[in-house]
């Protein structure tokens, strides 16, 4: 009788072990292997845009010449995505940050940052996504900054 008892328990026990074992295996696939939202660079159509300021530590300007706008547009909208989430509206720990702000020609106004951190290139879109930018695409936008 006694060895039924037993027999019984480590059957309960080899149950509740199984069923653990797959949900954990279920939540690695579920973390790891399902596909990630992906987050798309929202600007503001560039017919929307009044003017445009690029604002650093350094310098604050505002670019209001057509010509100029289209071009920090084309540098900044190329096809950006990304499957990182933003769930800030500010940053922290990133180096030579730039806050560039869209204004629009009715009002309102959509903001990103571009930044370098640990010798890497991002542009953020405050709750959106964080997307990476190539050294050079920072470089024109400061460039252009310092002009």
């Known amino acids: 009788m006694r060895w039924l008892i037993n027999q019984n328990i480590q059957k309960s026990i080899l149950t509740i072990l199984s069923i ?20 798309i ?20 300007i505002t670019i209001s010449e057509y010509k100029e706008i289209i071009k920090i547009y084309e540098i900044i909208k190329i096809n950006r ?19 560039i702000n869209f204004n629009f020609k009715t009002s309102g106004t959509s903001t990103i940052f ?7 290139y991002f542009i953020e879109q405050p709750y959106n996504g964080i997307y990476r930018i190539l050294r050079e695409e920072y470089n024109e936008i400061k460039e252009i900054q310092n002009n």
């Open 20 to 39: 653990a074992l797959v949900i954990i295996v279920l939540v690695i696939v579920y973390s790891y292997c399902l596909p990630k939202h992906t987050y």
């Open 41 to 60: 660079l929202n600007l503001p159509a560039i017919e929307d845009i009044k003017d445009i300021n690029i604002i650093s530590d350094e310098k604050t």
């Open 81 to 99: 995505q990304t499957t990182e989430e933003s769930i800030q509206d500010t940053l922290i720990n990133s180096e030579e940050t730039i806050r």
């Open 114 to 120: 571009l930044y370098n951190k640990d010798n890497k």
